[in-house]
């Protein structure tokens, strides 16, 4: 059998975001920028930072202004999450050129996530992409709830096929397709990813794997396969939607890393430099990191 495998990978690190956003204590905003400075010392060329959503909703993505002000660079793609126009007012008043809008396919969790069914979601977002890319913003839809809900069970493909093209229409520059509480399997992820790639040949496609299941890395493998090159991953597997319940932490950096460099090929990330990373962040975390690569590095 020959695989099909690219020469290059991008990770698009969320653990400043996805992996923050479910600690109950609040962790210092000074210990997030050093979070965010140490990954982009690792080599992490695409990040998101924080989210500009309701701190009563989410009361840890509520320093994300000061997160923004002091964590912007040339070299990287500095993302921001921002659920709807008042997040958006807040991205404006930074300098930062990256959002990204989420939306979950299935209603039962975009009600619960953002209060709102997943048509009017996307009504208030239309207009919202289209003045972001008239002024030149990178924009990312994170589509949640790609495969299963916690709520409604198995997503139809066709389903977030059709969500998928919504976005692709209203402008958006790359689709970030998220299995939120980590339940797709290898040949789901495939098939998936095989006619996403097929649908949408203009347009970033990203796979975002939660681990709940440990089945990630083998749904990137299957994801590597259908064409996939770009992958959200989190430092540490550190991770999880507060509205998703049962959905744990992101794929870890370091073992998707660690796998494509035993594969030969190229993520540009130094994998001593980003256990440094989690290593600085992990004293604030309540939870224990528990990825392979860096209980291996601790041992
Ligand atoms: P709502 O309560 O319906 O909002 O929340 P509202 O429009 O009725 O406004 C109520 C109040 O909130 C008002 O203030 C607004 O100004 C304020 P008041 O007049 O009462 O003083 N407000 C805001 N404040 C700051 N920033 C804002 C904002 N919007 C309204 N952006 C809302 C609706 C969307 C705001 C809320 O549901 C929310 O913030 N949800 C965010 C949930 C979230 O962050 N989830 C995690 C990220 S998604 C994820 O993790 C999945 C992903 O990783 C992919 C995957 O794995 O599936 C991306
Ligand atoms: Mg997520």
């Known amino acids: 059998m020959t695989l099909h495998l690219p020469k290059k990978v991008t990770i698009v690190e969320v653990g400043p975001r996805d992996g923050l956003q479910n600690e ?10 050093q979070f965010i400075n140490r990954l982009k010392n690792a080599g992490i060329k695409e990040m998101e930072l ?3 959503v309701s701190p009563k909703w989410v009361p840890q993505m509520g320093d994300a202004t000061e997160i923004v002000a002091d964590c912007l660079d040339s070299t990287t793609r500095n993302i921001v999450l921002a659920p709807n126009q008042k997040g958006i007012d807040r991205v404006l008043e930074t300098n930062c050129k990256a959002v990204a809008v989420f939306v979950g396919v299935s209603n039962t969790f975009n009600k619960k996530n953002i209060n709102k069914t997943t048509e009017e979601s996307l009504e208030e977002l239309k207009p919202i992409i289209k003045n972001l890319k008239d002024q030149n913003f990178f924009v990312r839809a994170c589509i949640s709830t790609s495969f299963y809900c916690p709520y409604e069970g198995k997503i139809e493909e066709e389903d977030t096929l059709k969500l998928c093209s919504e976005f692709v229409a209203a402008g958006v520059d790359e689709l970030s397709i998220a299995d939120t509480i980590g339940m797709a399997s290898p040949g789901e992820s495939y098939s998936l990813f095989t006619k996403i790639k097929e649908a949408f040949p203009h347009t970033l496609i990203n796979a975002h794997f939660h ?18 090159d770009r992958f959200d991953t989190s430092a540490g597997g550190l991770g999880g939607c507060p509205f998703a319940p049962g959905a744990t932490g992101n794929v ?3 073992d998707v890393v660690y796998m494509l460099d035993r594969m030969g090929i190229e993520t540009g990330i130094d994998l001593t ?3 440094k990373a989690v290593d600085m962040v992990a004293p604030y975390l309540s939870r224990k990191i528990d ?5 291996l590095q601790h041992a």
């Open 211 to 228: 681990d709940t299941r440990k089945m990630a890395l083998t749904n990137i493998f299957a994801a590597l396969q259908a064409g996939v």
């Open 291 to 295: 990825s392979t690569y860096y209980r």
């Open 273 to 275: 430099e980003l256990v």
């Open 252 to 254: 870890a950096t370091e």
């Open 50 to 52: 924080t989210s500009f």
């Open 24 to 33: 109950k204590s609040f962790i210092p905003t000074e210990v997030k920028k």
